[in-house]
């Protein structure tokens, strides 16, 4: 359940209540694609960065090791060793983005694994059940993830077809929940909203969705090769229909400038593979603005990647032996990067949260926001 | 300085004080040739799997990131963080083996970097210069490892030249250790013996460079190609006019059935890639033999690697888990996996000094030796 607590303008600062723990919003939620955070963070290292909500895929997942093999080690938080709260996304995005020779009928999508070729069969009914068999804490509604750009027919169609699966999504999530062998009977459902970047669609399927009083409402279809202005004219156009008491969830959103104008516009939630992605190239984010460690001038530098930073690598390593490890191409160096920019993201969440709770979230974006995109 | 506490039958329980600790042995060397342990393990790591001495390569960090750099940066130690014994090889054996268009002469060897194909060129004092450089608790002599097989005439003129070699390292040394800016003034210095499989070429060789009371002695050159009987052949003509009241240490060896046999032998310390390489790979100890982790039978398996083991993937994760990492080539996989390889050979050594100071050792190889080579 989702309490929101205060706002300053548009900016909530709110809680989402669930069976693994009370999620405090707005939040970051950490990548673990395959059941691991891309880099070698292990469970013990999330707690280490902050972490409140590990989000795992329900594409990757039941295509390896599958959904099978997690129902049976006891579901997701067993295997992976995680107790906090996860989101499981529906497979759709990842069906439309990484899967080859798709066939989109009204029952679901048929696909290719973008592992071996093997054929798949994935509807609403069937993301449901795997999202059930991993167990999550949120499970999202398997959607048609659309192309930008998009032909607005095609998208009016599509959103229809999305709104049709949604209801069906619902009815198997309220029968799975049911059964007596539920790993989480208590699984929550987010609806998505799509409707590419025509404004009217987005609000037709904004209205019709929110009809189904679900646990929470995400915005998809973003973040897709449209620009970030574009972006928030969708948020900014979406949000006023999202229920109020329900929590907002903007996907795959994105750079530390990006959260915070979802989070002026109404945004709860996020996730984003940037912070793991980057740092695996040494681009480092700070309080300062953007760090590109491969830089020479790092060679010798004895300081930490940023001083004001609490995370464990700035605690013990200097940017001279980061950037060493980086150019060596050593294993550790991804790990001990990840470490430091999951942590500035869940970081920079908690400062947000604290500095909505203070009534101050407005001075903070206007002295945070032209620095924090800076490459410094 | 190398104490001998107990003897029994051959094998020796020891200690070697250091200026950064005192050193238990037998003990095996955790291989972190650039700085970092392969997969992924931290200098926290390496203290939670028991680590006693870190092995670093002179050789890889000449090239990168450049003597110059860990020295700037306060030498290794400040470097990588970690306050304990460093050995670094004297880049002998990788100009050798991993570098290209080699010319050897009696001032050094010329030879191109395997990672850009420079043009470089090392001998006894330039060695000398990158240990001293690097701090290294212990450096290694700058001596040619022979190819094998390896011609008789051959060996006989390498070994001379490896003497003279040794003696020019050991005024070096000297030399080094008396400058005011020395960054390991207390550096010690550890000879080679070679002689490919020649007995008498060993025996000649290792009783003159035993002369020159050096900190210990290595024997070099083997676990090259040969079998594990002729390596203990070389062990067994050698050992015997190996000084006594030093430390002597059996370079790139080996599997635990190698390491028991070579301490049975009367060798002190070991290193090797294996336990880090074998564990990427998914091949791992354990004390009822080797296992193969991505064996099928593993798919839903939730014992750890090794119910007896007390090492952090053990006590958190389960095969099914750590087998699903591997499959999916997640980083993850690597580090803990190589943790639990490194803690397997830390408590091996362990285990062995255990057995020494009890007087029980005998009966410890009896009983293990048939089983630690095992397939399970």
Chains 1, 2 share one sequence.
């Not at 290292?45 to 329900?58: A, M, R």
């Not at 449209?226 to 994105?254: F, N």
Request: hydrophobic share 40%; net charge negative.
């Amino acid at each position: 359940m989702y309490t929101l607590l205060k706002q300053q303008g548009r900016a909530r600062r709110g809680m989402l209540e669930t069976v693994h723990g009370t999620i405090q919003t707005p939040v970051f939620m950490n990548v673990a694609t395959a059941g691991a955070i891309k880099g070698g963070l292990s469970s013990h290292d999330l707690t280490e960065v902050k972490c409140q909500v590990e989000l795992c895929n329900t594409y990757h997942l039941h295509l390896r090791p599958g959904n099978d093999v997690v129902r049976k080690m006891g579901g997701l938080h067993k295997f992976i060793g995680w107790e906090g709260p996860i989101l499981t996304d529906s497979g759709g995005f990842q069906v439309f983005s990484l899967a080859k020779l798709r066939k989109i009928e009204e029952i679901g999508v048929t696909f290719a694994s973008h592992i071996d070729g093997r054929k798949v069969f994935m509807g609403p009914e069937e993301s449901m059940q795997i999202q059930a068999d991993l167990g999550a804490t949120i499970a999202m509604a398997f959607d048609e993830c659309i192309e930008n750009p998009a032909e607005y027919d095609y998208t009016e169609r599509s959103i229809a077809r999305t709104t049709r699966w949604l209801m069906r999504c619902k009815d198997e999530v309220a029968r799975l929940n049911a059964m007596p062998d539920a790993i989480n009977p208590k699984q929550m459902l987010f609806g998505i909203n799509q409707g590419s970047t025509y404004e009217d669609l987005r609000i037709r399927h904004m209205k019709e969705i929110a009809e189904l009083d679900l646990d929470g409402y995400a915005i998809g279809g973003l973040a897709v090769g449209e620009s970030a202005e574009e972006m928030y004219r969708i948020i900014d156009i979406v949000e006023p229909h999202m229920p109020e008491e329900k929590a907002r969830y903007l996907m795959g959103v994105g750079t530390p400038l990006n959260i915070i104008e979802a989070v002026r516009r109404g945004v709860d939630m996020f996730d984003c593979v940037m912070p793991s992605r980057n740092a695996r190239h040494g681009t480092l984010y700070t309080w300062e603005g953007v760090r590109v460690l491969g830089n020479a001038k790092y060679m010798t530098d004895s300081e930490p990647i940023d001083a004001t930073c609490g995370c464990s690598t700035c605690q013990k390593y200097s940017r001279a032996y980061l950037r060493h490890l980086l150019v060596a191409k050593e294993l550790l160096a991804y790990r001990l990067l990840v470490v430091h920019n999951m942590w500035f993201y869940n970081t920079l969440m908690k400062r947000i949260r604290d500095e909505l709770d203070a009534g101050t979230f407005d001075a903070f974006c206007t002295k945070y926001l032209p620095i924090l995109g800076e490459r410094i």
